[in-house]
């Protein structure tokens, strides 16, 4: 049995490095938009390609933590599903469930730094996803992939109920931008749900100046067990309908914020699968997270469940506050 089953696309990610003085960057605060001149050529650093998702992050970082993870996804026959098969056997995930379609392309993005914050340009193929017909998971983990998700919403709907497996999801843009009802209706039965400020404002339609602590509450009620919500540089909260914990972001260097999301989720995931309170897993998440923007790519910088802990020790002060 897998201990977690995590679906979604797999991209190859490629990494480049814009430089504020050759290219007239600029950030306009708060709202954060990356300009750079339009119409010229602008030099860059590319730095490196590497396999990434959001499923293959979460997959690859429970591997890590000693727990045994598959990983649910839909390929093009082409180089990337090579780069990926090879890469997942590395780091012990199972790839009997990933699937090639001939004559398609894998799905993939462009990564661009600047100043330690990341900026994706992504084209994730349309894919018609769906279970295997066979296996046995406790957890199962979803996230982004392209159009054509709604009849594996509807499957893992009806495998979760039959089979009382638990879910955890995070959805993705695609799915947060079309907002339709089977989204509402899988977020439902999740047990644990993920997502960041912003998505949760999307999904549940709350002001614009709604404070955060209403954000947080109004997001738990898309599923009514626990949700967790990251602010990026400013931490995250998790709420599961008693009091709503914050965690501040972990000591570290920040170099690539790409995998911040996905290595925070998979360690609170972990930590939560192992029976730890709320209060602990969002310290595990803390801390994999702050390993992973210390390096450049999704999963260079993820940690072992035993690292995590030991920089836990080291770290006595770091706390979790309640709101």
Known sequence: ??????????????????HDASIECQLKLPECQLCIGYGKKIPVQAIDSQIAGSA???????????LKSALVTMMGDDGTHRLALERMHEEKVDTRFIKTVAGRRSSFSVVLNFRGERTILAAHEPYAYALPKTFSAKWLYVCEQGTGYEKL??????????????LAMNPGEVQI???????YEIMKRT??????????RALTKVSASAK????????WKLNGKTV???DGKNGAYGFDGTKILFSPIFPGKRVDATGAGDSFAAAVLSAMMRDLPL?????????NSASVVGKVGPQVGLLSDTEIKKRLRAHPSFKIKSL
């Open 212 to 219: 955060l602590a209403s954000v947080v509450t109004s997001a």
């Open 279 to 287: 209060t602990e897993a969002l310290r595990w998440g803390a801390v």
């Open 177 to 183: 931008e079309e907002r339709k009802p089977v989204l």
């Open 191 to 200: 047990t644990l749900l993920f997502m960041n400020v912003g998505e949760a």
């Open 1 to 18: 049995m897998y201990d977690c089953i995590t679906i979604g696309d797999t991209k190859l990610d490629t990494f480049v490095v814009l």
């Open 56 to 66: 293959p992050n979460v997959a690859v970082a429970l591997s890590r933590m000693h």
């Open 228 to 230: 967790v919500v990251t």
């Open 153 to 166: 919403y509807r499957e893992i709907i009806a495998r979760v109920s039959a089979d009382h497996v638990h």
